[in-house]
C-alpha cells in the first residue's frame, strides 16, 4: 500500500538510514586514513573550541632539574610554563534529495545515496588530513612532515643541506643505484625521539617498489616491518590516492603529535521539511577537526621518483 509521507520522512526510516551510516563505518573502518592513523579524542557536543595546554620546563625537557640533596636540603625547583593552542570543531556535511515516491520503495534502495555520502564525507576528512586546508587553515601531514625541523629525505641527486638528505636512488630503479631500507630508515630517524614511527603512507602506485627484491634476492619489505615494529604489511602500509605523487610518509600515532577531535560524530538529519518539487533532503553532518598537529616531527617525508 503506497503511504503518503506528508511534510516529514518517518522515524523508522531516518533509523534505517542511522544504522546505514554505522554499518558503513565498521565496515570501512579500515580504510579510513585519518581515522585510523591519528589519535582519536571525543570532547562532547558542547565543545565548539578544543584547547589544548602544551607545558615544557623552563629550562627545556632535555636539561634534567632534579637533583640528589643531602638530608635537610631543599631539592632545586623545577619551572614549567604551558602554553594553550586552540583547534575549531568545523561542520563535514553533505545532503542526499530522496523523492517522496521513492519512499515507498524498499529503504535498501535509498540507503545506497546514504553510503555513498558517507563515504564522500570521510573522503574530505582524510584529503584535508593529508593535504590541509586553505580556508580554514587547517594544517595536513604534508605541511607538518615538510617543516619536520629534523629534515627530509629528498630526491636523488638533490645535493640536499643538513639536516636533510638524499636519497639513495628513486624507486622505480632507474638510478644506477637503490637503497629502499636505508631511505626508509633515514624518515624513521627523523621523526622526533618522543615519537615511534608506526605507519608508512603514500600511494599503491608509490609504496608498490619496497616488494622488489635487492641485490641478495631479499625483498626489502622483510627488513622494513622491524623499523615499524610490524609483523606484516597489514599493520603499517597504509594508502590514499590523496597523498601527492612521490612522495611516501612514514608516520608516527601518539596524542602528542596528532589527534582527531569529535565534538559530534557523523548523523543523520531528516528534520528538513519537503521541498515543492516533493524531495526530502537528508543531510549527514558531524563536528570534528580531523588534524589538529601539536608537532611536526609526527611525520617524516620522502620523494621516491
Not at 608508512?200 to 617498489?209: S, T
Not at 531528516?270 to 580531523?290: A, H, I, Q, Y
Amino acid at each position: 500500500m503506497t503511504m503518503n509521507y506528508s511534510s516529514s520522512i518517518p522515524a523508522h526510516l531516518t533509523e534505517a538510514f542511522e544504522r546505514e551510516v554505522l554499518n558503513y563505518q565498521q565496515k570501512q573502518r579500515d580504510s579510513m586514513v585519518a581515522r585510523n592513523l591519528s589519535t582519536m579524542r571525543n570532547v562532547g557536543p558542547t565543545i565548539q573550541t578544543d584547547t589544548v595546554t602544551f607545558y615544557e620546563k623552563t629550562a627545556g625537557n632535555t636539561v634534567i632539574t632534579a637533583a640528589i640533596t643531602a638530608k635537610g636540603d631543599t631539592p632545586p625547583i623545577v619551572g614549567a610554563k604551558g602554553k594553550e593552542v586552540s583547534h575549531v570543531m568545523y561542520q563535514f556535511g553533505a545532503t542526499v534529495r530522496i523523492n517522496e515516491r521513492d519512499l515507498n520503495l524498499d529503504p535498501k534502495q535509498l540507503s545506497r545515496k546514504i553510503d555513498i555520502a558517507t563515504r564522500d564525507i570521510h573522503r574530505l576528512e582524510d584529503y584535508i588530513w593529508i593535504n590541509g586546508d586553505t580556508a580554514t587553515g587547517l594544517t595536513g601531514l604534508v605541511t607538518a612532515a615538510q617543516a619536520n625541523p629534523n629534515g627530509r629525505v629528498r630526491a636523488y641527486g638533490t645535493s640536499a643541506s643538513s639536516p636533510s638528505v638524499d636519497s639513495i636512488g628513486n624507486w622505480t630503479g632507474t638510478d644506477s643505484y637503490i637503497d629502499i631500507y636505508t631511505d626508509i630508515m633515514e624518515m624513521c630517524d627523523r621523526i622526533g625521539d618522543n615519537f615511534n614511527p608506526k605507519f608508512l603512507l603514500g600511494r599503491r602506485a608509490d609504496l608498490a617498489p619496497i616488494r622488489k627484491m635487492d641485490d641478495m634476492r631479499k625483498r626489502y619489505i622483510d627488513d622494513i616491518l622491524d623499523l615499524f615494529g610490524a609483523a606484516n604489511t597489514q599493520q603499517f602500509i597504509k594508502t590514499s590516492a590523496y597523498v601527492p605523487a612521490g612522495y611516501v610518509y612514514v608516520v608516527a600515532q601518539d596524542m602528542e603529535g596528532t589527534e582527531f577531535v569529535v565534538s559530534e560524530d557523523l548523523r543523520v538529519d531528516t528534520s528538513v521539511g519537503k521541498d515543492t518539487g516533493g524531495n526530502f533532503p537528508v543531510v549527514l553532518r558531524e563536528w570534528v577537526n580531523p588534524c589538529e598537529f601539536h608537532s611536526n616531527e609526527i611525520a617524516a617525508e620522502i620523494y621516491v621518483l
